[in-house]
């Protein structure tokens, strides 16, 4: 049975958002500000992207949040159909643009569009209506959530195709969150855990270059201007931040030191230019995104936007939990960036998307 929307949105949730994305556009100029002045001649040039990608976004956000996410059951095939497509397409030679030795984007005139973001979104969308609609059967393997597993593991194995390791795992856990969620029992999920680490390990064994990054994740000073460089560089711009931080604009990693100053590694230049209390602020901004969304989750008036705010809410939160763990040196370097902060607007765009209904389905929370 359809709810009537009772309340405002979620107001912390917003703010907080809101907050987050101050913080990147800050510091993608700061960042980006040297790096931008030697390839283009403009120290705005990221910047000037970005704030425009931030107003798309935001109006999109705005949108979706007064549109009653019930009809996104309608579209949850049609959606994941195109991101299918769009994922196949991005393989294809002359389609996608390569970028670094992987191809995740496709490329319209002058613009640029990444479908991993698109099939993000797309899945767990498809993946709420599902296992709302099987209810009390996600408990049975093969005829719960085997179906949701294959399309979520097809999806997966594209965008490690690309390759993407970081954005696959990110998806997979999404995915096995929400199977959790559904009510699915804790002996498949270990299971599927479990075979979900073997096959990262396998994905990191077949491939050189990510043996080699695991290997300088261990020991990054074994080469340190090699494969252990990106990390050595993130953390001496860590250590130099100290309490305070050098200063906003002030730091020097960025001056061609740090790579990806302005999207992978851009934690590394709030650590540096910002400090402790800086890069603190920004875990406890997403700790707080968790919090509401989660809790937007728990008072969702029915199973199908309680499972999509969760899987909204656990994407932005893993993503970001992967990228800081990389610039930490807590994880192994792996090309993803943080939520709402790294430089990129197909990323910005569907993840403000998915804000906006996070937003709508607090407008029809139950209680309090």
Not at 64 to 76: G, S, T
Not at 127 to 143: D, H, M, N, P, Y
Not at 171 to 190: C, D, K, P, W
Request: charged share 10%.
């Amino acid at each position: 049975m359809r709810k009537t929307a009772s309340k405002a949105p979620d107001f912390l949730l917003f703010l907080t958002v809101l907050m987050l994305l101050s913080i990147g556009l800050v510091m993608i100029l700061s960042a980006s500000e040297y790096s931008t002045l030697v390839r283009y001649g403009d120290s705005f040039y990221f910047f000037k992207r970005q704030l425009l990608w931030a107003l798309i976004g935001l109006t999109a956000m705005f949108l979706v949040m007064n549109w009653d996410y019930w009809h996104l059951r309608r579209w949850a095939t049609p959606m994941l159909g195109l991101a299918f497509l769009l994922l196949i397409m991005v393989l294809v030679p002359g389609l996608g643009r390569e970028v670094y030795g992987s191809s995740r984007w496709i490329v319209f005139g002058p613009l640029t569009f990444q479908p991993s973001e698109f099939v993000k979104l797309s899945l767990v969308v498809f993946t709420a209506c599902g296992l709302a609609r099987i209810g009390e059967r996600v408990q049975s393997f093969t005829k719960g959530i085997l179906p949701f597993l294959l399309v979520s593991g097809l999806a997966s194995g594209l965008i490690l195709l690309q390759p993407d390791l970081g954005t696959a795992v990110t998806l997979a856990g999404t995915i096995l969150v929400m199977f959790f969620a559904a009510g699915a029992r804790m002996s498949v999920l270990a299971g599927l855990a479990g075979a979900g680490l073997v096959a990262v390990g396998v994905a990191i064994a077949v491939e050189p270059y990510r043996m080699q990054r695991f290997l300088s994740f261990l020991d990054p000073w074994a080469d340190p201007q090699g494969s252990g460089f990106h990390i050595i560089q993130s953390l001496y711009a860590l250590g130099s931040g100290g309490l305070f931080g050098v200063g906003l604009g002030q730091g020097k990693q960025k001056f061609l030191y740090l790579p990806e100053q302005h999207t992978d590694f851009i934690f590394a230049v709030i650590g540096e230019e910002l400090g402790f209390v800086g890069a603190a602020l920004v875990i406890v901004l997403f700790a707080v995104f968790v919090w509401r969304g989660l809790r937007v989750a728990v008072a969702a008036p029915d199973a199908f936007g309680s499972l999509l705010a969760t899987g909204l809410t656990v994407g932005v939160a893993l993503q970001a939990f992967i990228n800081m763990g990389v610039v930490t040196g807590m994880l192994p370097v792996t090309g993803i960036t943080l939520p709402l902060i790294s430089f990129g607007g197909t990323s910005l765009i569907f993840t403000l998307i998915g804000v906006g209904i996070l937003l709508n389905i607090s407008k029809y929370a139950t209680g309090k």
